[in-house]
């Protein structure tokens, strides 16, 4: 388990409410867009549904939520089936007691930033409306209890989008992309935030993102969605350093692809021969994937050779300020591939000169040639 989680589920013992969406299909007219998907989120688990636009995230989550109608499979909130697609009445949307989120949080512009976040608690609830007073203020927020939405910023409201959610104490979140619509700089620190917001309630949480660093970033475990299945599941750093497929490896941004082949123990590409990883079978077409910041570039040594690394020359290095961008040739006889490689910092060889590259076995994803 990890640090996070633990502190999490400690904090959820009394709020011991897990979401559980059993063998989920979902088709609009004759498009299946959810194909027999299992998602089972435990109490204080943050859990990212991660994947392409269009492979089914939003609707996963608008079916546990209750705004599309059940058609197969089952949906539990707790000890409670709130959802059977047996034809049965499902429970409508406003008894589930869930906290929803989406994209366009949009906040009631007629109404102050604390009406809008007890809009959903009854009068009587002051111990609610308490809650709701005290964490505005630990947002920093005390101060605009009284305005209306629009004086805030895009960040602000994102905050008081989330606090109304969370305000009637919901048993589940969802959350759907909540930070798209924030700029690079607000969103990270906005980000840490609602983590710790959601880390401090212990509240069982599943979020919706196509990005593959907030997913990172957010949860106990990303669940990789594509084409409507759920085609991998696990802790982030292991989805990011052991991706089961291309397509997964790929989610974390361009890779460059480059042909192999497997001799005996040994791993055979432009790169040169490294030891084959563990359960890739010879024989079979395969393709050698790296990302950019798994080539480790360095100038090439004078009068030395490059030992086990390959020669690459340097067709483009530009400067990100925290990172270099390169595009080199691989010296490789076969028409000369172009890699794209990332070093941190400042590295700008000059153009047309060769520096070595070297790739730790661990960087080395190979996988099965599409449709072999
Ligand atoms: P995005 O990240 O773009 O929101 P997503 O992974 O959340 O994508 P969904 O919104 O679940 O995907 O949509 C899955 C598929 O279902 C898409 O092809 C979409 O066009 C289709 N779809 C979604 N809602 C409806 C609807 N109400 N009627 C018909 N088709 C729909």
């Given at each position: 388990m990890?640090?996070?989680?633990?502190?999490?589920?400690?904090?959820?013992?009394?709020?011991?409410?897990?979401?559980?969406?059993?063998?989920v299909?979902?088709?609009?007219?004759?498009?299946?867009?959810?194909?027999?998907v299992?998602?089972?989120?435990?109490?204080?688990?943050?859990?990212?549904?991660?994947?392409?636009?269009?492979c089914?995230?939003?609707t996963?989550?608008?079916l546990?939520a209750?705004?599309?109608?059940?058609q197969?499979?089952?949906?539990?909130?707790?000890?409670?089936?709130?959802?059977?697609?047996?034809?049965?009445?499902?429970?409508?949307?406003?008894?589930?007691?869930?906290?929803l989120?989406f994209q366009?949080?949009?906040?009631?512009?007629?109404l102050?930033?604390?009406?809008?976040?007890?809009?959903g608690?009854?009068?009587?609830d002051?111990?609610?409306?308490?809650?709701?007073?005290?964490?505005?203020?630990?947002m920093g927020l005390a101060?605009?209890?009284?305005?209306?939405?629009?004086?805030?910023?895009?960040g602000?409201?994102?905050?008081?989008?989330l606090?109304?959610?969370l305000?009637?104490?919901p048993?589940?979140?969802?959350?759907?992309?909540?930070?798209?619509?924030?700029?690079?700089?607000?969103?990270?620190?906005?980000?840490?935030?609602t983590?710790?917001?959601?880390?401090?309630?212990?509240?069982a949480?599943?979020m919706?993102?196509h990005?593959?660093?907030?997913a990172?970033?957010?949860?106990d475990?990303?669940l990789?969605?594509?084409d409507?299945?759920?085609?991998?599941?696990?802790?982030?750093v292991?989805?990011?350093?052991h991706?089961?497929?291309?397509?997964v490896?790929?989610?974390?941004?361009p890779v460059?692809?480059?042909?192999?082949?497997?001799?005996?123990?040994?791993?055979i590409?432009?790169?040169?021969?490294h030891?084959?990883?563990?359960?890739v079978?010879?024989?079979v077409p395969?393709?050698?994937?790296?990302?950019?910041e798994a080539?480790?570039?360095?100038?090439?040594?004078?009068?030395?050779?490059p030992?086990?690394?390959?020669?690459?020359?340097?067709l483009?290095?530009?400067?990100?300020?925290r990172?270099?961008?390169?595009?080199?040739?691989?010296?490789?006889?076969?028409?000369?591939?172009?890699?794209?490689?990332?070093?941190?910092?400042?590295?700008q060889?000059?153009?047309?000169?060769?520096?070595?590259?070297?790739?730790?076995?661990?960087?080395?994803?190979?996988?099965?040639?599409?449709g072999?």
């Open positions: 990890t640090e996070q989680k633990a502190a999490r589920q400690s904090v959820a013992e009394a709020r011991a409410d897990g979401l559980h969406m059993i063998n299909s979902h088709a609009f007219g004759t498009h299946q867009v959810v194909k027999g299992s998602v089972f989120v435990e109490p204080g688990e943050l859990v990212c549904l991660l994947g392409p636009s269009g089914g995230k939003t996963l989550l608008r546990a209750g705004l599309e109608d059940l197969v499979g089952r949906i539990t909130i707790g000890d409670e089936v709130v959802a059977d697609g047996q034809g049965k009445p499902q429970l409508p949307p406003e008894k589930r007691n869930v906290g989120m366009d949080f949009a906040l009631f512009p007629h102050t930033v604390f009406e809008n976040i007890v809009f608690l009854n009068d009587r002051t111990a609610r409306r308490d809650w709701a007073r005290e964490t505005l203020s630990t101060e605009y209890a009284d305005a209306f939405p629009h004086v805030l910023s895009g602000q409201q994102q905050r008081v989008a606090l109304r959610a305000a009637p104490a048993r589940v979140l969802l959350l759907d992309e909540p930070f798209s619509g924030l700029d690079v700089n607000r969103r990270a620190q906005i980000r840490q935030d983590f710790q917001i959601l880390t401090d309630l212990g509240i949480t599943l919706v993102t990005d593959p660093e907030e990172m970033f957010m949860a475990r990303i990789v969605m594509q409507g299945r759920i085609v991998q599941s696990g802790q982030p292991d989805i990011y350093f991706p089961e497929t291309a397509f490896a790929e989610l974390f941004g460059n692809r480059l042909e192999c082949r497997i001799e005996g123990d040994a791993l590409s432009p790169l040169g021969r030891p084959a990883p563990e359960g079978a010879a024989g395969m393709e050698l994937l790296i990302r950019p080539l480790n570039l360095a100038p090439l040594p004078t009068g030395g050779t030992g086990d690394a390959c020669l690459l020359t340097v483009s290095a530009r400067s990100l300020g990172s270099t961008h390169l595009a080199l040739r691989l010296d490789d006889g076969a028409g000369g591939t172009v890699l794209n490689a990332r070093m941190p910092g400042v590295f060889p000059e153009i047309g000169t060769q520096v070595t590259a070297r790739v730790a076995p661990e960087n080395l994803l190979v996988f099965p040639v599409d072999a």
